[in-house]
């Protein structure tokens, strides 16, 4: 999602141009595309009547992309859009459309997710850096020796401990991302 959290206002005049409210510039349908790639919401709206025109424009900047051959939808589906709309009843294919359409922006959103982080998506990842923890805490209480408590280490020092385990750790990444 976008930054802005109001949609990019875009007037249409009388002569059909697209004015683009933020820039103070004409826009296509082109660049309307552009700015939903790029996350932004849109609203289109005719400047004399004030009606939303924007479920139109969307579906001329699909038809524009279907008809230059960057055919995304297959004839099964838009034959299936088309016999939704002449069912009597409520159809449920809105909300199955929307629901489907939000399952694959989260899986993209995961799928990306576990490119930054790639052991995280490893199976017992979690379970394995809790073993690891607790095998850390009993190997440092062995250190303490008879019943003392080790010297608590400075702040500075443990701010540059950290720096350094930082610092590994982005190797060993950087290592298997290689491998990957």
Request: no cysteine; proline share 4%.
């Amino acid at each position: 999602m976008a930054d802005n959290e109001s949609p990019l206002l875009i007037k249409r005049y009388a002569s059909r141009r697209l004015y683009n409210t933020e820039t103070s510039d004409y826009v296509t349908l082109e660049d309307i595309a552009g700015f939903i790639r790029e996350g932004r919401e849109v609203q289109i709206i005719d400047l004399k009547t004030g009606d939303d025109l924007t479920r139109q424009y969307l579906l001329q900047i699909i038809a524009d992309h279907e008809s230059h051959g960057e055919s995304v939808l297959p004839i099964n589906v838009l034959t299936d859009l088309v016999r939704s709309y002449t069912t009597g009843v409520n159809s449920v294919v809105p909300q199955f459309l929307q629901m489907s359409f939000e399952m694959l922006r989260d899986g993209q959103s995961k799928m990306m997710e576990n490119f930054a982080n790639p052991m995280a998506a490893m199976p017992g990842f979690e379970a394995m850096q809790a073993q690891q923890e607790a095998f850390l805490k009993a190997m440092t209480g062995g250190w303490s020796g008879a019943g003392k408590m080790p010297p608590r280490p400075s702040e500075e020092s443990s701010a540059d401990d950290l720096d350094e385990i930082k610092k590994q750790l982005a190797d060993l990444q950087a290592k298997l991302s290689k491998l990957s």
